[in-house]
């Protein structure tokens, strides 16, 4: 018996000894066939296969061998799995496959029993097939590691995927559909023992949740981009002792940090920027947390003096994040000698002391500083920077005092993707060999500074963003083409995002411009003249925004001006264009067009209303005639109107109550007549509401990715509508990268709500019903021929800012419920036929003076200086008066007189009957008189005395 058992022992051994020669060898383990046909069942069910580095599909036998698959080197299980698509492998066009969701088969991945990881992300899938749900997964006991990120997965899911009693790790991070209370998942998930915890940007709402079932257990937990608010409490955070990193990043979260977060000993990451957390240093919470490598609080409400002697302890620290709100006095003291070495400090719109320049010496493993807005001054010298960070990426020193030339480093610095120091007192001109020495750069902004002269021959290499806007820059507009873009043919040249505006930047422009590479050009405010090439009209996809306005351009536009794809942004405004607005195309992609301040005639094409996706229309400042053409679409997302000061005649169409989301409308100063429509109360109700904001009025359109290699931007498309007449409407492009601690995305961009219908010869009543527009902020009837009284629905609009209804033949009383608009900067009924008193001079109405009232005769009441009682007295005496003096006849007189003589006599009289038969009355009297008198008369005559003296020194 024993003898067996020993050889069985010794064929066992011989077993192992085998398999693993072989793994060892050249050849490795063979995968199970059962696992290799499922993986091919799988591979052909995803809507993105799975490819090879040589392009081809998984093949041969070996699928242990394939990409993407790790199998047990001992049994040769599928244990890891990895079928994540980036973003990177597909084209961003939404009409491709990658926007298109599909349905998952989760019973697919059960032949893989052994499986222990496995990654779906960017898989696009939107739930599971009928009867194939994630609780299939129950079946794989070891699966502990699932990433479904960045997919189209619901909420429910999370029911489902809760059953797999194994995971310890889930990553849903990126499923927008999964909106919901963050409580409800966590309380689904609670039973499962999880380390690892990441549902970032899943719009999830709530306040942070209780976490106490993974007291002991998790390791990681990342909430970040949701809407998460409330503050952090000690119930439901400070349980978790063994957090190794904690992202809250880009919530709503408020309040002061609980100071039980400084015994998270073991933490190494902490990111809570974008929050509006009140944190005031110095703080014992950051301080005791020495294993912390990654330390984010940037963009909350940081309060008092950070000295960096706070974390001397923290010999692994890489990462600092301070930066905070430009209106905060947050200050950050530097000190040498840091036992770390960081590489990546943010510091924007701190105040910095003086040893700023010292600590920076000492630091050579910097990828990323951002000193924006840091109050720093003297000279600049990009050298010594890059030079002391051979590694560095990035480098913002953007709003600062910096002065002198531009200096670049001595040696090639070939890291540098993007360099910002726009926003500062640079001089000199700009230095011939920028793209040499930083042969790799991406971004270069030099924007508001004083360079001068001409730009200098740049082969761009990699760079596709150049922003020199706002300089002293004298050249012609042919020569800083060629300088830029080199190449021929010009459109091998790699410049996306060309800035030149607000330089002297002159001469005329040729058809060149159409083969060069430009998805963005601004030429505004510059001294360009000419005409405009017919070939920037002929479908130039590439041509997503352009500005020229604010230059000397002349002749018509192009017969074909919008008809170019994916063109969102074209002004021309400000210009001498003449002639007719060309048609356009319903299948242009245009979004905001301008084309104000021309000399432009003629009739406004309807075309231009049809387009679906225009969200912006300027025609104001121009010649038009014609009637104002209201045609629309059902799809219409017109937001803005403007026409201005033209010649626009006839009555407003009721066909521009159709317009749901319009929310600026600006018809002033034409000769437009009729009645205002009452259906106008409905324009603009399907848009959201939004707050109110004085001086220039924003509307923002989404972020839209460009397409600028590893640039990795978002282009935001802002429009600004000033209300004051003197500054003009304009534009504004804004460029943001789109790394992760970079900017906030702010979703809810501000849509401001004006209504001006000034200057024209409208006539009838203000609508009764305007109340319900109360997303209204300006509100302009003044200069027309309108009647009847003011509505008292007005009071309603309670975010009016301005309201002018002067210039008009209003009657009536002013509503006294006007008083309830508590927002009011600008109110004027002037020059009407109102009366009565005026508004009581409260609040917000104490600030109107006599011309928010004049030219209304009978007005009365401050600020205005007739007195109500005075002129009702004189001009409309009441009823009882006039019929007092009309009644007259000495009869009431006659009854006063003698009520008066006899209530005398009776009284007279009863006062002597009581003195007769009260003897001890009678003594009384006749003592005090007897003590009193003297005095009593010697102070008569001296009081008469003294009046009879003084009247005679008047005399």
């Known amino acids: 018996m024993k003898l067996l058992l020993a050889v069985a022992l010794l064929v066992l051994v011989l077993v192992v000894q085998g398999e693993m020669s072989t793994v060892s060898g050249s050849e490795s383990i063979s995968c199970r066939e059962e696992e290799r046909l499922a993986l091919l069942r799988i591979n052909a069910a995803l809507p993105f296969s799975i490819q090879s580095s040589d392009g081809k599909l998984w093949e041969g036998k070996e699928c242990c061998r394939w990409e993407r698959v790790t199998c047990d080197p001992i049994t040769g299980h599928v244990t890891q799995l990895d079928l994540s698509i980036s973003h990177d492998d597909y084209d961003d066009d939404e009409s491709s496959d990658y926007y298109r969701g599909s349905l998952l088969n989760v019973t697919l991945f059960l ?37 479904l990120s960045d997919n189209f997965l619901p909420k429910s899911m999370i029911f489902s995927l809760a059953k797999v009693s194994s995971l310890r790790a889930i990553y849903l991070d990126d499923n927008y559909m999964m909106d919901g209370n963050i409580n409800v998942v966590v309380k689904e998930l609670s039973a499962l023992n999880l380390e690892v915890l990441s549902l970032r940007e899943c719009m999830f709402s709530g306040t942070f949740p209780y976490l106490g079932n993974w007291s002991t257990s998790l390791n990681a937990l990342s909430l970040a981009g949701n809407e998460l608010n409330g503050t952090l409490t000690s119930e439901g955070i400070c349980q978790l002792t063994n957090l190794e990193e904690l992202d809250l990043s880009f919530n709503f979260f408020t309040g002061n940090l609980p100071h039980c977060m400084g015994n998270f000993s073991s933490l190494k990451l ?22 912390l490598r990654y330390i984010s609080l940037s963009h909350n409400q940081l309060e008092g003096t950070l000295s960096t002697r706070s974390f001397f302890n923290h010999s692994n620290l890489e990462v600092l994040g301070l930066s905070t709100l430009e209106s905060l006095n947050f200050q950050v003291e530097v000190v040498m000698d840091m036992p770390f070495q960081l590489q990546d400090l943010e510091l924007a719109n701190c105040i910095i002391d003086v040893g700023l320049t010292n600590f920076l010496y000492s630091q050579h493993k910097l990828r990323v500083l951002d000193l924006s807005n840091t109050r720093s001054k003297g000279p600049l010298s990009v050298a010594w920077l890059l030079e002391n960070n051979t590694n560095m990426i990035k480098l913002n020193l953007h709003k600062n005092n910096f002065t002198g030339p531009l200096q670049l480093p001595f040696l090639t610095h070939e890291k540098l993707l993007i360099l910002d120091i ?104 510059n001294e ?61 992609d245009l979004q905001i067009v301008d084309l104000s301040q021309n000399n432009l005639i003629g009739n406004f094409p309807i075309t231009w209303l049809n387009i679906s996706y225009i969200r912006a229309i300027d025609i104001g400042e121009n010649h038009l005639y014609g009637e104002l053409p209201i045609w629309i679409t059902k799809g219409s997302n017109l937001r803005v109107l403007q026409a201005r000061q033209n010649l626009f ?62 640039a990795n931007f978002l282009l935001h498309i802002k429009y600004t509508v000033n209300l004051s007449d003197e500054v003009p409407t304009n534009f504004e492009l804004e460029l943001m990268s789109k790394a992760r601690l970079d900017f906030y995305l702010e979703e809810s961009l501000l849509i401001q709500c004006i209504i001006d219908l000034s200057s024209n010869k409208l006539v009838g009543n203000i609508p009764e019903d305007i109340g319900q527009m109360n997303w209204l902020i300006t509100l302009n009837l003044s200069n027309n021929h309108l009647s009847s009284a003011i509505p008292n629905s007005i009071s309603n609009l309670h975010q009016l800012e301005s309201l002018d209804l002067s210039h008009n033949s209003l009657t009536g009383e002013i509503p006294r419920e006007l008083t309830k608009l508590t927002t009011l900067e600008f109110f004027s009924v002037a020059y009407n036929n109102l009366s009565g008193p005026t508004l009581d001079m409260e609040a917000q109405f104490s600030t109107f003076d006599n011309s928010s009232y004049e030219g209304n005769p009978n007005l009365c009441g401050p600020p205005l200086s007739n007195d109500c009682i005075l002129t009702r007295g004189a001009a409309h005496p009441s009823p009882n008066e006039v ?48 003590q009193y008198f003297d005095t009593i008369y010697v102070k008569v005559v001296l009081s008469t005395r003294k009046i009879g003296a003084a009247l005679t020194r008047r005399g």
Not at 494 to 516: H, P, Q, R, V
Not at 550 to 575: I, K, T
Request: charged share 20%; net charge negative; with cysteine.
């Open 649 to 710: 005649r006839g009555p407003i169409s009721k066909q521009i109550c159709q317009f749901k989301y319009l929310r600026i409308l600006d018809l002033s100063h034409n000769n437009l007549s009729g009645e205002i429509p009452l259906c106008i109360v409905d324009m603009g109700s399907t848009a959201d509401d939004s707050s109110s904001m004085s001086g220039a009025e924003e509307f923002g359109f989404d972020f839209e990715e460009v397409n600028f290699s590893d």
């Open 111 to 147: 032949p893989l029993r052994h499986l222990r990881s496995l990654s779906l992300s960017g898989q696009r899938k939107y739930n599971c097939t009928d009867g194939a749900g994630f609780e299939s997964w129950s079946n794989l006991t070891k699966l502990q590691t699932v990433d």
């Open 883 to 930: 019929s007092d003096e009309e009644g007259y006849d000495g009869t009431d007189f006659l009854i006063l007189f003698g009520s008066f003589f006899l209530f005398f006599v009776i009284s007279f009289w009863g006062f002597m009957a009581v003195l007769y038969f009260k003897r001890n009355w009678r003594y009384g009297l006749f003592t005090l008189m007897d």
């Open 270 to 291: 902490i990111d809570l920027s974008h929050n509006q957390f009140q944190i005031k240093f110095p703080s014992s919470i950051f301080e005791r947390l020495v294993s």
């Open 528 to 588: 360009l003249s000419g005409v405009l090439p017919d070939c920037i009209a002929i479908g130039r996809s590439f041509l997503w925004a352009l500005k020229l306005s604010g230059n000397h351009l002349e002749g018509s536009l192009p017969l074909e001006l919008c008809v170019g794809q994916d063109r969102w942004l074209l002004d021309l405004s400000d210009n001498k264009f003449s002639r007719s607005i060309p048609h356009c195309s319903n299948q242009s």
């Open 422 to 525: 726009s926003d500062n007192h640079l001089c000199g001109e700009l230095p011939t060999n920028i793209t040499t020495k930083l042969p790799n750069l991406l971004s270069l902004t030099l924007s508001k500074n004083n360079f001068k002269g001409p730009l200098p021959l740049m082969p761009t290499g990699n760079l596709q963003i150049l922003d020199l806007s706002s300089n002293n820059l004298i050249d012609d507009i042919q020569n800083t083409f060629s300088r830029i873009q080199p190449s021929i043919p010009f459109f091998y040249g790699s410049i996306k995002l060309l800035m030149l505006a607000d330089n002297n930047i002159n001469g005329e422009i040729s058809f060149s411009i159409c083969n060069t590479s430009f998805q963005v050009l601004d030429i505004s405010n």
